[in-house]
């Protein structure tokens, strides 16, 4: 019984490995000329299969359980010539080689792809990329809106020389709407996708501004009422137009606009806002001073120099129409910096040197000759200086000077010599500043 239990598991073993070789023929079939199973294997195949057959015909032991007494282990014989029995000496090798040929067709790759919009155009612009061996017959584009599915249709074809597409559907490219956008090539070329549209490359969003803004510069007559600039954009271009509003009134409304090709055109500037008022701040800061490099002016004991100079902000603040409030900064306020470069403004350089000599005094008279004098600078800021160009306006800056002493003359005719003595005090300033005009 024990020979027929050795038996019986080395032809398990035998059977295992015969299927192995069976599989390995399989495999070979299936793989066709791209693998090579060894000789070897279906050697072995062979042999294990002719071994099982033989061992089935012969059955265990020919002693059966008479050829072992009772209660003793089977010993196998000392010779493999003694009949009746089975010696192996090696086990059957399987070796299997596949060989894989290199796919060899084009590679058909998604481009890269960018977007802008301006002016209520969306410009695409893609290249190709550059692990893509197949020869490009022209592009898809395919538009859709944010969290849409990306459509069957395209929505445009341009040729293979083309690498850039602009979107001026006004019924999709609308204000404040955000579109996706993918381009995907097209090929002739049998390629490795096994299809004539290579995948789309990846999703590019664009948000479109809104068509029209309002624009405040600070113009209040009071809380209550205020002048506001409308931006609209309207038939392909921008238009500007100024209203008058008081507290509780709708912003905007119809007015007529030049049109490109001639004669008037109505718009509509609403902005479907309501006025609630305007407000403004005004105090004075201390800021650091920079020199023309940008570099702090540094005391004798090496702290930063300080100035004091104005602070001016204005702002409105409107009401939607779902009753929320928000603030619109007037964006041509006196300016607001929080350092001043020397020299770059010398009018308003003047006007910080009064805010600091106006701080350090106590004497009240003082104090208000000095502050007369600033106010007169402020006033006459923008008269005298071209804030764009940074350069004096020199004809208006002379035509004052001679006003100022005519003033001073006519002061004097008349015996006020106090006056004239604060009118010849400010024509030095102005001076100073024509000196500065002319280099």
Not at 140 to 169: I, L, M, N
């Amino acid at each position: 019984m024990a020979l027929a239990g050795l038996l019986s598991a080395h032809l398990e073993k035998l059977a295992a490995v015969a299927g192995a070789g069976v599989a390995a023929l399989a495999l070979a079939s299936s793989l066709g000329g791209r693998s090579a199973v060894l000789a070897e294997a279906a050697e072995a195949s062979a042999a294990a299969e002719a071994c099982g057959a033989a061992l089935g015909a012969k059955g265990p032991d020919a002693r059966g359980s008479a050829g072992t007494p009772a209660g003793e282990p089977f010993a196998p014989p000392a010779a493999p010539e003694t009949a009746g029995r089975w010696t192996f000496s090696r086990r059957p090798t399987l070796k299997v080689e596949i060989q894989v040929q290199p796919d060899t067709r084009k590679r058909l790759l998604p481009p890269r792809a960018e977007a802008a919009a301006a002016d209520f155009v969306v410009t695409l612009k893609w290249t190709d990329d550059p692990d893509s061996t197949a020869a490009v017959k022209a592009y898809r584009v395919y538009r859709r809106g944010k969290g849409a599915a990306r459509p069957a249709a395209p929505a445009s074809e341009v040729p293979s020389g083309t690498r850039e597409w602009k979107d001026s559907d006004r019924s999709v490219v609308k204000a404040e709407a955000t579109l996706v956008y993918e381009v995907a090539a097209l090929t002739d070329e049998e390629n490795q996708t096994g299809k004539p549209e290579s995948d789309p490359s990846a999703p590019v969003e664009v948000t479109l501004p809104a068509d029209r803004e309002i624009l405040y510069y600070g113009a209040r007559m009071s809380e209550t009422v205020a002048i506001v600039k409308i931006r609209l954009f309207h038939e392909g271009h921008w238009h500007s137009e100024e209203f008058l509003v008081k507290s509780g009134e709708a912003i905007g409304g119809k007015k007529k606009v030049a049109e490109p090709g001639g004669g008037d055109a109505e718009a509509d500037f609403a902005t479907g806002d309501t006025f609630v008022r305007a407000e403004k701040l005004e105090e004075m800061r201390r800021v650091p001073v920079l020199d023309e490099k940008g570099q702090p002016v540094l005391d004798k004991e090496g702290n930063p120099r300080m100035r004091m100079v104005p602070f001016s902000r204005s702002w409105i603040v409107v009401r939607d129409p779902d009753g929320k409030e928000r603030e619109i900064a007037a964006v041509a306020a006196p300016k607001d910096t929080a350092v001043h470069r020397l020299g770059l403004d010398p009018v308003m350089d003047e006007i910080r040197r009064f805010a600091e000599e106006i701080a350090a005094t106590k004497d009240p008279a003082q104090r208000k000759r000095l502050d007369w004098q600033r106010e007169q600078l402020r006033k006459k800021h923008d008269r005298w200086w071209n804030e764009s160009a940074r350069k004096f306006r020199v004809g208006n800056l002379d035509e004052d000077i001679q006003e100022y002493q005519d003033e001073v003359a006519k002061a004097k005719t008349e015996k006020r010599e106090d006056v004239a003595a604060e009118l010849e005090s400010f024509l030095e300033i102005l001076k100073k500043l024509r000196e500065k005009a002319g280099k």
